[in-house]
């Protein structure tokens, strides 16, 4: 429901009171209002590992889904759709990602078939398509190939866009308006300018100029009869002339004043001779935002300015919008102010470097104690990038701050947008505000608000609708399926409709993952059915629209440190693949195997190797608990649960947990019991690491890896279990990877430095006062920075570049 508030203000002395509506009017603009914002919206913001990439890397991503409605991370939706788009907004390839929690990850190989050229990437949801509002996330990438010297970037005569935009939208005659400003290149870039305004006589009525991204403001009283021109010098010393037009000889006109701490004013403002036919008119001052709003009615009387004052702590959290609506509900004025309640909230990340040692560098993780409270606060679900400190090859157009806080409600393009929520000050605060000045009105139009309410025609997609047909002369009743794994691998009953048809929403399961189907005949047997089977997915055919191209600009600039004889020697022709991070090996790059799920299963050498499951190792170790047991490990049954306790014997910290980290199938157990009597013959292999390299503080006690068996002993097929039916889906999620970089032959080179990947941790949980440990190679890099996006435990946004030197903090 809208939520009317009764609120006092300040009015030039009079106190005015706002007041739920008492006309019609008022009645059909609340409700109309109510109801455009009724459902839920979403917003999503992907951080990329870099927004640069040599042919031969992947694009390693982790999308965050926000609910706006409720300020909280989105738990309906599970399938995001992530894709990659050519220059010209065409799909090139889309993948279905899992998102849980409102969190999910992935990696797009760029491979040969990627030219020298811009990209897209575009990742979206169901649920986005039933507003009229696009929240898709769109990023401009870079791909570079080794046809680099063929690509000659088209040489533009630079052409210059200036607008002058009044804020509300109005420039009127003797009123004293506020006049935002912004020039922007053929590029859509800003430039640096100053100016100065001169009227028809010559005479210099004043003077402008504006910040790096060409945006700035003055105060500007025009008079009746006068005509103006602004002549402005760019900062290459270019000279631009320009009227200054559409001055209006009646209206009103706003200003809004957000710079005091705890105070915002808005005044209203009109001219003699506008006051003689509106000074009996009601107006309403609405401040809204996601459906929330408070409404003040007011009217000139006999001035012809009026004044309204505002606590900030009774404002909205970020972006809010003052609208003017004249007794007909038509809207006159609009301005968005950002208000900003987390400067002093202390979200911050600490990171030291704690040593060097085997070719690898460890940092830990931890939180800063909050400046406020004096608590610590807690972070879950963080991305991390670890990239060198020169690197050109990471500039996001958003961070996650912006992403959700601003994007969703301004209609025209940001430059930069991320700049204004990183390493926050008062400048930027300020140059926020005049950002919004020239942003003009709202994303959300007035006209949409009161003729096209969003319906939900479009829904939450979760999975895949699995729906299949029973070949058999007999009624069957019930079918069991084994449930992906995803959710587990346990099975479940699913009953058959007429004519032994089924269906079953909400289908966690990856693509090219095997299912497995049952039925249960009247005697209560499973049986091996004949059957019809067919994961279903709705039709993804999808573009990036001119106007979003039209504000993504060209992010590709000369590289003269890359040529084409340095790209060929930037890669070893083969790669090396670990969990989560790449080592530079000093013998020969062990061999890989694919099991039958194309899962990679590292051949390490060393005491935590790899072990192929053999018929002799079965013997020796009939359960797979049995060996387990035999590597530094308790396993016993819990005294309360009854269930499998594993125990390191030997811990890296009595505070935390002492189990391992256990994967089936690379899909971590939460707990133990699945492994409860279950045979050694049943895996194909397991990999036990007792150092948990490359998986941060879960990995703290160990990692042990299980991979369950698709082939004989021998080698050859095996046969499915007699009573079930087997299929692999045909449409499903994408297999999320751990991490791999490429094998780079020189971390010395130019091109590492300025394009290289150091590691990427998409997952990254940090508690309270507990610290986090992540371990990467060492590149010889001295100076790294850290790139961390995610969401805190309240559900507020955590975003910050950390720079680390690793000479000055080890000596430390």
């Not at 009015?11 to 008022?26: C, E, H, K, R």
């Not at 999808?542 to 020697?569: G, R, V």
């Not at 308790?634 to 499998?644: D, I, N």
Request: aromatic share 14%; glycine share 6%; proline share 3%.
């Amino acid at each position: 429901m809208a939520k009317f508030y009764t609120t006092f203000l300040l009015f030039f002395g009079t106190l005015i009171i706002a007041q739920s509506p008492t006309n019609s009017a008022d009645n059909q603009l609340f409700e109309k209002y109510e109801s455009y914002f009724e459902l839920p919206r979403e917003s999503i913001f992907v951080h990329l590992n870099k927004t640069s990439f040599i042919v031969g890397e992947s694009v390693w991503f982790k999308s965050y889904v926000f609910d706006r409605h409720n300020s909280l991370r989105s738990k309906k939706t599970t399938n995001v759709n992530v894709g990659i788009y050519d220059e010209n907004g065409v799909l090139i390839k889309n993948y279905l990602w899992f998102c849980y929690g409102g969190s999910g990850k992935g990696n797009i190989q760029i491979d040969s078939t990627f030219k020298t050229g811009e990209y897209y990437i575009k990742a979206s949801t169901n649920w986005m398509k039933n507003f009229e509002e696009n929240d898709a996330f769109i990023q401009k990438i870079r791909v570079i190939s080794n046809d680099l010297q063929e690509h000659k970037p088209d040489v533009i005569n630079t052409e210059y866009d200036m607008q002058f935009l009044p804020e509300g939208g109005h420039l009127i005659t003797d009123v004293n308006n506020n006049v935002g400003f912004k020039i922007i290149d053929n590029k859509g870039q800003g430039v640096k300018v100053i100016g100065t305004i001169y009227d028809d006589s010559d005479v210099e009525i004043t003077s402008f100029k504006s910040n790096t991204f060409g945006i700035g403001s003055f105060l500007f009283n025009p008079q009746k009869g006068k005509q103006y021109v602004a002549k402005i010098t760019t900062s290459n010393s270019r000279e631009i002339t320009q009227d200054i037009t559409n001055i209006e000889p009646t209206g009103i006109a706003i200003k809004v004043n957000s710079q005091h701490p705890e105070k915002v004013y808005v005044t209203v403002s009109t001219n003699k001779e506008t006051l003689k036919s509106i000074k009996d008119k009601t107006y309403r001052l609405l401040l809204h935002k996601n459906g929330e709003l408070k409404s003040l009615p007011f009217s000139f009387q006999d001035k012809i300015t009026q004044v309204f004052e505002y606590s900030k702590s009774d404002l909205f959290k970020g972006v809010n919008t003052f609208t003017v609506f004249d007794e007909n509900n038509t809207p006159l004025l609009e301005r968005l102010i950002y208000i900003n309640k987390s400067i002093d909230d202390g979200n911050e990340i600490l990171i030291s470097a704690l040593n060097l040692a085997e070719d690898s560098v460890a940092v830990s993780i931890s939180t800063a104690l909050n400046k406020t409270s004096g608590e610590f606060k807690e972070y879950t679900d963080l991305s991390i990038s670890v990239l060198p400190e020169s690197t050109v090859g990471y500039d996001p157009d958003h961070n996650i701050i912006s992403a959700n806080r601003l994007k969703p409600y301004v209609k025209g393009y940001v430059e930069k947008a991320s700049y204004y929520f990183t390493d926050i000050t008062m400048k930027k605060e300020f140059e926020l505000d005049l950002l919004l000045l020239t942003q003009g009105w709202s994303r959300y139009n007035w006209h949409s608000i009161f003729n096209n309410a969003p319906k939900a025609l479009y829904e939450f997609e979760n999975g895949v609708v699995l729906e299949g047909k029973i070949h058999s002369s007999e009624e069957i009743t019930k079918i069991r399926i084994q449930e992906p794994k995803l959710i587990g691998y346990n099975w479940t009953t699913v009953n058959v409709k007429e004519n032994n048809n089924f269906r079953v929403d909400n289908f966690f399961v990856i693509k090219d993952e095997a299912i497995r189907v049952s039925y249960v005949d009247k005697e209560g047997k499973l049986i091996k059915p004949k059957i019809y089977l067919n994961a279903k997915l709705n039709a993804f055919n999808d573009y990036i629209s001119n106007e979003d191209l039209k504000y993504n600009n060209s992010i590709f600039k000369k590289s003269e440190f890359i040529s084409k004889s340095s790209f060929e020697s930037f890669f070893y022709n083969d790669m090396i693949e670990l969990d989560e991070v790449l080592l530079e090996p000093k013998s020969k790059a062990p061999e890989k195997k694919l099991n039958s799920f194309g899962i990679k299963m590292n051949l390490l050498s060393g005491k935590d190797n790899f072990i192929q499951v053999t018929e002799s190792f079965v013997r020796s170790f009939p359960k797979i608990l049995d060996y387990i047991h035999t590597q530094g490990y308790q396993v016993s049954r819990a005294s309360q649960t009854g269930g499998v306790d594993i125990i390191n014997l030997k811990p890296i910290t009595f505070k935390a947990s002492r189990s391992p980290a256990v994967f089936l199938d690379d899909v971590q157990l939460t707990d133990f019991d699945l492994l409860l009597n279950m045979s050694t013959a049943d895996f194909e292999g397991i990999n036990v690491d007792k150092t948990g390299f490359g998986t941060g503080m879960i990995g703290a006690n160990g990692v042990i890896r299980l991979y369950t068996r698709r082939t004989s002993f021998e080698g050859i097929t095996k046969k499915n279990d007699e009573f079930a039916f087997t299929r692999l889906a045909n449409n499903g999620f994408t297999e999320s990877k751990s991490f791999y970089a490429p094998k780079y032959k020189s971390y010395r080179s130019d091109i590492f430095k300025y394009y290289g990947v150091i590691a990427w941790f998409p997952d990254v949980f940090v508690g309270g006062d507990k610290s986090q440990i992540l371990k990467f190679p060492d590149t010889k890099s001295d100076i790294i920075n850290f790139y961390i996006e995610g969401y805190d435990s309240q559900g507020e946004f955590v975003s910050q570049i950390s720079t680390l030197n690793l000479k000055t903090s080890l000596k430390e």
